[in-house]
Structure formats: structure tokens, C-alpha cells
């Protein structure tokens, strides 16, 4: 990596995601690289060459849109290659099928993650062969675990649960003013409720993306690959989000953050939350309501989702609003069978 001194403002750089690399456009850039930044990149990489360096920064900078992908991908690779490194495998050249298939094997993750894995090093090594930095790519013929769901696992909270934490979040502040921490909090659990949200498109809305349109507000939402998503916003997440804008008096900042982080539950800074400050405050908030501590912010979305059907909405219907590819992703959340199976088991009597 350069330092901020090294940067060449004319030529602009492009930043390969969480990884810490830096891509310069200009290969002047990188001839003037010192050998501490090189020592930055995984051995394999910054022993290929200049073009093998740049096309393993242009791999994440310019083919990966999605921040999470770009960041999950950045930490499969980086693992593997130190994994090789490890085993005495310095070179790109000397990586071969079996070195992969041993990775594979012996990684100790889940099977999601491990698939995740070689999906990662089977597309970096793609991306690496058609620009001629490899030959073939070893990955290709190694094949991953089966997995397959039939049932999601993120936890739910029944609707009772759900009220009850929405209502354990104080609202005012001991000297009387209105607490804006948990006045967006409020919103925020609500949003993800009663939109089927997530996390990341809540988190990354604007003031301006709850908006009215007739005589109904509405919630637009940055979803996954660049999709607006556009969704009703219901009686209660409107009541909420009314409240804590009025409180924190955004309304008129249209194009600053919707969701910011706060001084001292009294002042909104002009940060927006990120995900890990969301998943802190969930984790926080139903510590204290004494809820399940396995919940996370997308358990409001897999709440949301069962509690709709469970009222009679249609998988469908329930697809659309969550802006979901397929029913059957659908289907994942939909814990309304739990009772039934529930009550089938007990007739076994013994």
C-alpha cells in the first residue's frame, strides 16, 4: 500500500474493499510502491509481477459491487493464501488441485462458509487466468460440500416478543427530553419488522428515502446489486419514524443519513450507523428486555415475515416485500409449521 503521501491525486485510486490494498490506475504508481506495502499482499501475489499485482487489485476494486461480498471474498482469499504460505507454497505457479482440496477439507467452518470459500478462490483464480496470470486455475475441479436448506436458521420472536421489545426501549431522558437514541432505535427495530428490511439497506438509507407519495409514506431501500426497493411504510414504523426525526430534527437534511450514530443518547452526529453499531444496539436492547441473546438484526426480518404469514399473507405477497429472487428463499423464514410439527410430536404418547 502507498502512503497518503505516495497518492497521485490526477490519477485517482480505486480501493479493494476491506483488504487494505491499494489500486492505483497508474502503473507509475506501482513501480514506486516500496517493498514494505508489497509485503502487505499474500507472497503468491507479490511475487507475480506487476501485472499479477495489479489484476489481484482490480479483482476486488472493479469486479466486486457489493461491499459484504467484496470483504467475504477479501478474507477467503487472503486465508488461503496464507494457508499455501504456510505450507511452504509461495508461488501462484506451484498452487495446484490437490493444495485447494486439502484447504477444503480441512477448513473449519461451516459448510456455508467453507462453499464460501472456494467460491471466492475459484473466482479470484478465474479472474487471474483470463488476464494470463495463471494457466488454468487449480480450484476448478474441486468440489465443495453439499448443503442444502430446508428450514432457515435465524432466530424468531413471536409477535408478544417482538412488542415487548419495542416497548422496553426508553423514550425520554431522566431530565424529560426525548432520548434520540432510543427513539431511533425504536425506528430502526420497526423499520426491519414491518418492511422485512435488511440490516444493510436499512442502515444505509436517507432522510429522503421515507417519503410520501399520495396520501401513504413510503420507504425506499438500496437492496442488494444496486435494486431500489420500494415498500409501504406501515402505521407503526410510520409512527416511530415520525417521532425520532421530529426529535432529532433531520427532516430537512433530505441527503444526510436517516440512521445516525449518537452523543450520549441526546445529539445525532452526522455519521450514519453501520451494520456493527445496528447489531450492538440489538444485542443490547434485548439483553435488557430479556429476550432470547441469539437474536440479531436479521431476526426482525424473519420475525416480520412469519408474523405476516401467520396472519394470513401469502408467500408470494411476503416474497415481494422482501424483495427476494425466489419463494423458496421466502419459504426459509416462514416458521408458521413449528406449532403444527410441534403438536404432531406430542401424539406419540408412550
Request: charged residues 20%; aromatic residues 6%; proline residues 4%.
Amino acid at each position: 500500500m502507498m502512503s497518503s503521501g505516495d497518492k497521485d491525486q490526477g490519477s485517482g485510486e480505486l480501493v479493494a474493499g476491506e483488504l487494505g490494498y491499494t489500486a492505483s490506475l497508474s502503473p507509475a504508481q506501482y513501480r514506486s510502491t516500496s517493498a514494505t506495502a508489497l509485503a502487505a499482499l499474500p507472497v503468491q501475489i507479490a511475487s507475480s509481477g506487476e501485472a499479477g499485482v495489479r489484476r489481484f487489485l482490480e479483482f476486488f476494486a472493479a469486479t466486486i459491487r457489493n461491499r459484504n461480498t467484496r470483504a467475504a471474498y477479501a478474507n477467503a482469499c487472503s486465508q488461503f493464501l496464507s494457508w499455501c504460505e504456510s505450507r511452504g507454497v509461495t508461488s501462484l505457479a506451484d498452487i495446484e488441485p490437490m493444495l485447494v482440496a486439502g484447504y477444503i477439507e480441512s477448513h473449519p467452518g461451516s459448510v456455508p462458509t467453507v462453499k464460501q470459500h472456494l467460491a471466492a478462490i475459484r473466482t479470484l483464480f478465474d479472474w487471474l487466468v483470463t488476464g494470463q496470470i495463471m494457466r488454468s486455475n487449480p480450484a476448478h475441479s474441486v468440489r465443495g460440500p453439499r448443503h442444502v436448506v430446508a428450514r432457515g436458521v435465524t432466530p424468531v420472536l413471536d409477535a408478544e416478543q417482538a412488542r415487548k421489545l419495542l416497548d422496553s426501549i426508553p423514550l425520554v431522558r431522566k431530565n424529560g427530553k426525548p432520548n434520540i437514541a432510543g427513539l431511533r432505535d425504536r425506528a430502526l427495530i420497526a423499520l426491519m419488522v414491518f418492511s422485512f428490511a435488511r440490516v444493510s439497506a436499512a442502515v444505509s438509507m436517507r432522510v429522503e428515502d421515507y417519503y410520501q407519495d399520495g396520501k401513504r409514506f413510503w420507504f425506499r431501500l438500496h437492496e442488494k446489486g444496486g435494486k431500489l426497493h420500494m415498500v409501504p411504510a406501515h402505521r407503526k414504523a410510520e409512527e416511530y419514524l415520525d417521532a425520532y426525526i421530529a426529535a432529532a430534527a433531520i427532516g430537512l437534511a433530505s441527503k444526510s443519513p436517516l440512521f445516525r450514530s449518537v452523543q450520549r443518547s441526546t445529539e445525532p452526529t452526522s455519521e450514519a450507523m453501520t451494520r456493527n453499531d445496528a447489531l450492538r444496539m440489538v444485542k443490547r436492547r434485548v439483553r435488557v428486555a430479556g429476550l432470547p441473546s441469539s437474536s440479531s438484526c436479521h431476526t426482525f426480518r424473519a420475525t416480520g415475515i412469519t408474523t405476516y404469514l401467520e396472519n394470513g399473507g401469502t408467500i408470494e405477497n411476503a416474497q415481494a416485500i422482501a424483495a427476494h429472487s425466489s419463494p423458496r428463499t421466502t419459504k426459509l423464514y416462514d416458521r408458521t409449521s413449528d406449532t403444527i410439527t410441534l403438536d404432531e410430536i406430542e401424539r406419540i404418547q408412550i
